[in-house]
């Protein structure tokens, strides 16, 4: 492929996309990506979890039921192991989360 047609196709892969304000461009002969960004708002890292809400503050009533749930079944079973309460709460919750809950109590 002859450099010209290269040049060209770099040219035209530069894409805008100006509801973001992001600008991508993709070289064909470095085969790299550049994003570009500019925001006004604040970088925020959020962790998801069920008894959080977006802003990242806790929602008590959610972590006291669902922590009251987890508590009741641990003393409910002695000794039950943290596969057991994977598999009893599969639906409910990831195993991150599950694991969060019974290191708080």
């Known amino acids: 492929m002859p450099l010209n047609s290269k040049t060209n196709n770099v040219k035209k892969l530069l894409l805008v996309n100006s509801f973001h304000s992001n600008l991508f461009s993709f070289s064909v002969d470095q085969l790299s990506v550049c994003v570009c960004s500019v925001s006004t708002y604040k970088s925020v890292r959020l962790v998801p979890r069920p008894w959080k809400t977006p802003e990242g503050t806790v929602n008590h009533v959610s972590l006291k039921t669902l922590l009251s749930g987890v508590m009741m079944h641990i003393m409910e079973n002695p ?3 943290r596969d057991s309460l994977v598999q009893k709460y599969a639906k409910y919750l990831q195993p ?3 694991f969060e809950l019974t290191e708080v109590a």
């Open 96 to 98: 991150v989360p599950l």
């Open 79 to 81: 000794g039950i192991t």
